[in-house]
């Protein structure tokens, strides 16, 4: 879809939230990338069956190709039931805890016919606090996600900042306002201890708190 002429709505008004539902799944189901904000960052959205579509966010983020793309999910029910995650206590009471929210959890992937996680030993999921990508999980399944930034910038706080960050444009882009641009907190819980990787909004105290009361 790259020769798709450019397409920008608007979620700043959430009342035609059901149309641009129905918008971006209609361009991600014929492959295209979706810029889209979230509860922290604008990000880029495609199906995870389509490799042109995994290629060009690669292209347009100029990320290396050997750094998976994490994914997003409706709510922990559809991580559960509808990836082959390796789904232990640790992971599910965060989820339960902290989903729809903030938090990426790092999983392990257990042998599978999922074609497009196939060679994936681990894989980062989140459920963003945004009904607008919510509602597209739900139609569509499971899909790949990434902050809508150039590799190694900072991730753009305005839908414009984060489109003159691109190489190359989205086939659809919404706006969602200011951003805060601060990160989700990143637990990696295929371990035999849970780590946080990364700090972000929920703070390294409350995630220890769930996990030291988890019996």
Known sequence: MDNVEQNCESLIDE?????LVEQAVSVLRNG?????????????????????????????????FNQNLPIVVA???QAENELPLVWNDKARILAQTFWPGALTLACGVFQNNVDWLKGRV?????VPDYL???????????????SANRHGEKTPHTLKA???????????SIDGGILSGAPSTL???????????????????EIERFLRNDK
């Open 32 to 64: 295209g990338v979706v810029l889209s904000p979230t509860d922290t960052v604008y990000g880029l959205i495609c199906m995870p069956m389509f490799p042109q579509a995994i290629q060009k966010i690669f292209k347009m983020k100029q990320r290396p």
């Open 187 to 205: 637990v990696n819980v295929n371990l035999s201890k849970p780590m946080i990787e990364r700090e972000g909004i929920i703070s390294k105290t």
């Open 162 to 172: 984060a489109m003159d960050s691109l190489a190359i444009m989205p086939d659809l």
């Open 15 to 19: 009342s035609n939230i059901e149309k």
């Open 122 to 126: 681990e894989v980062a999921v989140r």
């Open 75 to 77: 709510d922990w029910r």
């Open 132 to 146: 607008f990508i919510q509602e597209i999980a739900r139609k569509l399944g499971p899909l790949l996600m990434t």
